[in-house]
């Protein structure tokens, strides 16, 4: 009777453990999901972010491009383009600075999107709990 008692108690243990290593490796597959999905949430944030910095810069622009020319007599053709030139030169330097450097890449991609191929790809190669 007690060892029937210990074996039943070996099997009961036995398949908790199992149970428990089964319930960590969907916990770890959410978890590398969640971060990857993090990782784009954030990509987007920063690209959008970018984006309005840009999109607010060119509004400042304009809208003193436009007081110049509503406060300035007219102005030859020629001085006009020279300035509108001088002024899209400025532009360049202000985006170059704002913009972050990103690494250059073949196909587009981003290091974050680097990141979540090579986990995917890590997640892959480990064993399964089956075996």
Do not use: C, Y
Not at 16 to 22: F, I
Not at 46 to 74: H, K, N, Q, V, Y
Not at 110 to 118: C, I
Request: glycine letters at 6%; a negative charge.
């Amino acid at each position: 009777a007690l060892r029937t008692d210990v074996e039943r108690l070996n099997a009961s243990v036995h398949a908790l453990s199992d149970r428990l290593h089964q319930a960590s490796g969907r916990m770890e597959e959410r978890i590398e999901d969640f971060n990857a999905l993090m990782e784009v949430v954030q990509e987007e944030a920063e690209g959008m972010f970018i984006d309005t910095a840009a999109t607010m810069r060119g509004l400042r622009e304009g809208a003193a491009a436009i007081t110049r020319a509503a406060a300035t007599p007219a102005v030859e053709s020629d001085q006009r383009d020279e300035a509108t030139h001088e002024a899209d030169e400025g532009d360049d330097v202000f985006l170059e600075a704002e913009a972050p450097e990103e690494p250059d890449h073949p196909d587009g991609d981003s290091d974050a999107a680097d990141k979540a191929r090579q986990l995917a790809a890590e997640r892959e190669a480990l064993p399964t709990p089956e075996g």
